[in-house]
């Protein structure tokens, strides 16, 4: 178990080990990315270890795939078993309908086919990611096929969006898909995720956003009261 260093830390921890709470014998788990979904990829495991049974877990990210093979957690992949019992995972921004915004950690293609696949999807954040209206602290993540990277730029920017190259040092930021991250800032936020996420779809070459629309059916969040859990 990694030691938690400040609040915000000590709160994603809280709501990773709620979530592990969640996950029953012979589940398939879909793992998610990030900061606290590692957390609750650390309390899984040591459910794991005291003799909980799981069929499987799918992990959404190359980095989420070596922490969960490091401590011990079987995996398998969607082949094996296209439909998840439940997926776990972080979120960058919470609105009070509960869609997300997602992919400050660059994996929100791989989170959202897991997401889409599972019949429970959980999120578990800190009370920072609660916002009343996305894309005031988060830019929009979306990835693009590189070769397009110019026209969807554009595209997006006539959207109403400052839109920004992700890089990883002085090199683009490369996915784990071999696409590239733009990240989109709407000075004004974002009223209508449903409209922006449609006509962000329409634009060729953008493969996904980090739009999460409808898609999760509970969150929990710790925090400095413990945990809350907020339910669609
Ligand atoms: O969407 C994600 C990765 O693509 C993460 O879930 C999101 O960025 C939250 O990360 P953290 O738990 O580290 O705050």
Redesign the pocket.
């Known amino acids: 178990m990694s030691s938690a260093t400040n609040p915000q830390d000590t709160w994603?921890q809280l709501a990773g080990a709620a979530a592990a709470e969640l996950v029953e014998e012979g589940m398939v788990v879909g793992l998610?990315?990030?900061?606290?979904?590692s957390h609750f990829v650390q309390a899984l495991a040591q459910r794991i270890q005291q003799g909980l049974h799981i069929t499987g877990a799918v992990a959404s990210?190359q980095a989420t795939y070596t922490l969960a093979a490091d401590l011990g957690i079987p995996l398998t992949d969607l082949d094996t078993h296209p439909e998840l019992d439940i997926y776990i995972?972080?979120?960058?921004e919470i609105d009070p309908q509960l869609c997300l915004i997602?992919?400050?950690?660059?994996?929100?293609l791989r989170?959202k086919i897991l997401a889409s696949s599972a019949r429970r999807f959980v999120v578990v954040?800190d009370p920072t990611?609660r916002v009343e209206q996305l894309g005031h602290h988060y830019p929009l993540p979306v990835e693009v096929i590189p070769l397009a990277l110019t026209p969807i730029s554009r595209k997006i920017a006539n959207l109403g969006a400052q839109v920004k190259l992700r890089h990883a040092g002085a090199a683009p930021f490369i996915t784990d898909n071999h696409n590239f991250i733009l990240d989109c800032t709407f000075p004004q936020g974002i009223s209508d995720p449903g409209a922006l996420n449609a006509r962000l779809h329409a634009i060729v070459g953008l493969v996904e956003t980090?739009l999460f629309i409808d898609m999760a059916q509970q969150v929990i969040v710790g925090g400095p009261d413990g945990v809350q859990v907020f339910q669609q």
């Open positions: 994603k998610g990315t990030g900061s606290t979904a990210s995972d972080g979120a960058d997602k992919g400050a950690g660059g994996a929100l989170e954040a990611k980090g």
